[in-house]
C-alpha cells in the first residue's frame, strides 16, 4: 500500500472503536444508524473492521467524484467483493476496469429497455401465481414470498427454454442458502472455515448450482436457439474488437451474478415496498386509484407501465429509504479526498442509504413520501444525491430490469388485495440479512371495492 501525504491532516475516526474488533461489531449490530452517525460526524471518517481502516465518505459530492468524476482513482472494489469473486467468479458485479466494461458492453443488450419489456408477461404470470395463493385473512411472511417471485422471475429470465425448468427449480432452491453463505463468507470469513451444518448445505447448493448452470450452456450450446432469454444473449454476445464469444466460464459467472443479484436487491425493495404499503392507507389507496384509472379490469401490460405514474413515485421513495445500505471501494492510486489523503489501496466505504437520509439534502427525510418525486419536487435533488442502483461506471446493468419487475408485482398485487401489518409485531432491517427486515409477516385482505 502507497503511503499517504504526512502533510495533510489524517481522517478523524469515528467514537466507538473497540480494541481487536474496531468497529465491526457496531456496523454488525447498528448498521445504519452508525453509517449515519459517521455521515453527521465529518464528510470522511474513518472506521475499523478488526484492525483493517476502511474510509466511510459521507459527502454527496465527494461521492460523485469517487463514482463518476475521479472513478479511476476509486475503480477498485474493495475487499468484501473480492471475497465474494472467489464464489462468484469474476462477474459483472465483481470485476473490475477494462474487463468490467468489456464484459458491461457485451451484456447490454441482455438488459436493453425492449428485451426488458419481453418479459414482463412472465412477470406477471409469475407474480400473480405466487400471491393467487394468498387468502383473506392469511398471515403471510412477505420476505419469504418476494424472494421466491423475485428467484423465479431471476431464473425464468436467465432460462426460458424447455430445457431450462430443471434449472428454474434449482435456483428456487440453492440461490438463498448461496447468497446466505456468500454473505458470511465476506462480512465473517473465519466462519466459513468451520465445519458447521450451514456451511455444509452452502457447499452442497454452490456444487448443484455450477453443475445446473455447466449443463445449461452445454445444452443451450448444443441446441444453437436463441431462446429469448439472457442466457441465449450471452452465448451470442460477440466483442465487437475481436469477434469473439464470451467464454463458457465467463458466462457462468455471469450467469451466477445475475441470479443472486437480481434476486437480493429485487426481493429487498419488493419486500420493504410491502411494509410501506400496509403502513400506510392514504398511498395504499393512491396507488389502487391510478391502476383502476389505467388498466381498468385488464392484467397489467409493457404499454401500461410509464402510464403509472403514481406507482413508479411510490416505488422510487421505497428504494430512497431502503436500497443499498452500504458499499465499497478501492483506492488505485493515492488521493486526496475532502481535504484528506487516502493511500493507494485504501477502502472506501460509503451508505446510499445514509446519503438518501441526509436532511441537508432531502426535506423531512424520513417521511415516506411519493409525491417528492413529482418533477418539480425531483429538481431540487442533486443528481449525485439518488444512488439506489449505484452511479458512475459500475452502476447496475439491471437497473431497468428490477424498475419493470417492481411495477408489474406491485400492479398485480394491488388490483387485487391489501396488506395489514400484524399488531404487536416490530419490524426492523437485519445487517445479518443485508438490510432486509428482521421478519415482515403480513395480513392478506381480499379486495372487496
Same mark, same amino acid.
Given at each position: 500500500?502507497?503511503?499517504?501525504?504526512?502533510?495533510?491532516?489524517?481522517?478523524?475516526?469515528?467514537?466507538?472503536?473497540?480494541?481487536?474488533?474496531?468497529?465491526?461489531? +457496531? *456496523?454488525?449490530?447498528?448498521?445504519?444508524?452508525?453509517?449515519?452517525?459517521?455521515?453527521?460526524?465529518?464528510?470522511?471518517?474513518?472506521?475499523?473492521?478488526?484492525?483493517?481502516?476502511?474510509?466511510?465518505?459521507?459527502?454527496?459530492?465527494?461521492?460523485?467524484?469517487?463514482?463518476?468524476?475521479?472513478?479511476?482513482?476509486?475503480?477498485?472494489?474493495?475487499?468484501?467483493?473480492?471475497?465474494?469473486?472467489?464464489?462468484?467468479?469474476?462477474?459483472?458485479?465483481?470485476?473490475?476496469?477494462?474487463?468490467?466494461?468489456?464484459?458491461?458492453?457485451?451484456?447490454?443488450?441482455?438488459?436493453?429497455?425492449?428485451?426488458?419489456?419481453?418479459?414482463?408477461?412472465?412477470?406477471?404470470?409469475?407474480?400473480?401465481? /405466487?400471491?393467487? /395463493?394468498?387468502?383473506?385473512?392469511?398471515?403471510?411472511?412477505?420476505?419469504?414470498?418476494?424472494?421466491?417471485?423475485? *428467484?423465479?422471475?431471476?431464473?425464468?429470465?436467465?432460462?426460458?427454454?424447455?430445457?431450462?425448468?430443471?434449472?428454474?427449480?434449482?435456483?428456487?432452491?440453492?440461490?438463498?442458502?448461496?447468497?446466505?453463505?456468500?454473505?458470511?463468507?465476506?462480512?465473517?470469513?473465519?466462519?466459513?472455515?468451520?465445519?458447521?451444518?450451514?456451511?455444509?448445505?452452502?457447499?452442497?447448493?454452490?456444487?448443484?448450482?455450477?453443475?445446473?448452470?455447466?449443463?445449461?450452456?452445454?445444452?443451450?450450446?448444443?441446441?444453437?436457439?436463441?431462446?429469448?432469454?439472457?442466457?441465449?444473449?450471452? +452465448?451470442?454476445?460477440?466483442?465487437?474488437?475481436?469477434?469473439?464469444?464470451?467464454?463458457?466460464?465467463?458466462?457462468?459467472?455471469?450467469?451466477?451474478?445475475?441470479?443472486?443479484?437480481?434476486?437480493?436487491?429485487?426481493?429487498?425493495?419488493?419486500?420493504?415496498?410491502?411494509?410501506?404499503?400496509?403502513?400506510?392507507?392514504?398511498?395504499?389507496?393512491?396507488?389502487?386509484?391510478? *391502476?383502476?384509472?389505467?388498466?381498468?379490469?385488464?392484467?397489467?401490460?409493457?404499454?401500461?407501465?410509464?402510464?403509472?405514474?403514481?406507482?413508479?413515485?411510490?416505488?422510487?421513495?421505497? *428504494?430512497?429509504?431502503?436500497?443499498?445500505?452500504?458499499?465499497?471501494?478501492?483506492?488505485?492510486?493515492?488521493?486526496?479526498?475532502?481535504?484528506?489523503?487516502?493511500?493507494?489501496?485504501?477502502?472506501?466505504?460509503?451508505?446510499?442509504?445514509?446519503?438518501? /437520509?441526509?436532511?441537508?439534502?432531502?426535506?423531512?427525510?424520513? /417521511?415516506?413520501?411519493?409525491?417528492?418525486?413529482?418533477?418539480?419536487?425531483?429538481?431540487?435533488?442533486?443528481?449525485?444525491?439518488?444512488?439506489?442502483?449505484?452511479?458512475?461506471?459500475?452502476?447496475?446493468?439491471?437497473?431497468?430490469?428490477?424498475?419493470?419487475?417492481?411495477?408489474?408485482?406491485?400492479?398485480?398485487?394491488?388490483?387485487?388485495?391489501?396488506?395489514?401489518?400484524?399488531?404487536?409485531?416490530?419490524?426492523?432491517?437485519?445487517?445479518?440479512?443485508?438490510?432486509?427486515?428482521?421478519?415482515?409477516?403480513?395480513?392478506?385482505?381480499?379486495?372487496?371495492?
Amino acid at each position: 500500500m502507497v503511503a499517504a501525504d504526512r502533510t495533510k491532516p489524517e481522517v478523524p475516526v469515528l467514537p466507538g472503536r473497540l480494541p481487536i474488533a474496531g468497529h465491526a461489531p +457496531l *456496523l454488525m449490530s447498528q448498521g445504519l444508524r452508525l453509517m449515519e452517525r459517521a455521515r453527521d460526524t465529518a464528510p470522511v471518517v474513518r472506521i475499523y473492521l478488526g484492525r483493517k481502516p476502511v474510509h466511510v465518505v459521507n459527502d454527496a459530492d465527494l461521492l460523485r467524484r469517487v463514482l463518476v468524476t475521479d472513478a479511476s482513482a476509486f475503480a477498485g472494489k474493495g475487499p468484501l467483493v473480492e471475497k465474494a469473486k472467489l464464489v462468484l467468479g469474476n462477474g459483472i458485479s465483481c470485476s473490475t476496469g477494462d474487463f468490467n466494461h468489456r464484459q458491461r458492453r457485451l451484456m447490454q443488450p441482455a438488459f436493453h429497455k425492449e428485451r426488458v419489456a419481453g418479459y414482463v408477461d412472465v412477470m406477471r404470470a409469475i407474480a400473480g401465481e /405466487r400471491i393467487a /395463493r394468498w387468502r383473506d385473512g392469511d398471515r403471510v411472511v412477505m420476505e419469504q414470498e418476494m424472494r421466491e417471485i423475485a *428467484l423465479t422471475v431471476a431464473a425464468k429470465a436467465l432460462f426460458a427454454s424447455d430445457i431450462g425448468r430443471e434449472a428454474v427449480e434449482e435456483f428456487r432452491t440453492s440461490i438463498p442458502i448461496a447468497v446466505s453463505g456468500v454473505a458470511v463468507r465476506t462480512m465473517m470469513p473465519a466462519l466459513a472455515a468451520l465445519p458447521t451444518p450451514g456451511n455444509r448445505r452452502f457447499d452442497r447448493a454452490l456444487f448443484r448450482l455450477h453443475q445446473i448452470i455447466d449443463r445449461m450452456i452445454q445444452a443451450y450450446r448444443r441446441d444453437g436457439v436463441d431462446h429469448g432469454d439472457v442466457l441465449s444473449m450471452l +452465448l451470442a454476445a460477440r466483442d465487437e474488437e475481436t469477434g469473439e464469444p464470451m467464454p463458457d466460464q465467463q458466462v457462468h459467472a455471469e450467469v451466477m451474478t445475475i441470479a443472486t443479484a437480481a434476486t437480493e436487491t429485487t426481493n429487498g425493495a419488493l419486500v420493504w415496498a410491502a411494509y410501506e404499503l400496509g403502513q400506510r392507507e392514504d398511498v395504499e389507496r393512491r396507488l389502487y386509484e391510478e *391502476l383502476t384509472d389505467v388498466l381498468s379490469d385488464r392484467p397489467v401490460t409493457a404499454a401500461d407501465l410509464p402510464k403509472l405514474e403514481y406507482t413508479r413515485r411510490f416505488l422510487t421513495e421505497v *428504494l430512497r429509504l431502503y436500497a443499498m445500505w452500504v458499499l465499497t471501494r478501492q483506492t488505485t492510486r493515492a488521493v486526496e479526498l475532502g481535504g484528506y489523503a487516502l493511500p493507494a489501496g485504501a477502502t472506501i466505504m460509503f451508505s446510499p442509504q445514509a446519503i438518501h /437520509r441526509d436532511p441537508r439534502i432531502y426535506r423531512d427525510p424520513l /417521511r415516506f413520501d411519493p409525491d417528492r418525486w413529482l418533477p418539480e419536487r425531483a429538481a431540487e435533488v442533486p443528481r449525485n444525491a439518488f444512488l439506489p442502483f449505484g452511479s458512475g461506471r459500475y452502476i447496475c446493468i439491471g437497473e431497468q430490469f428490477a424498475m419493470t419487475e417492481m411495477l408489474v408485482v406491485f400492479a398485480t398485487l394491488v388490483r387485487r388485495l391489501r396488506l395489514r401489518p400484524v399488531p404487536g409485531h416490530v419490524v426492523k432491517p437485519s445487517v445479518a440479512k443485508g438490510g432486509l427486515p428482521n421478519s415482515l409477516p403480513m395480513v392478506v385482505e381480499s379486495r372487496r371495492t
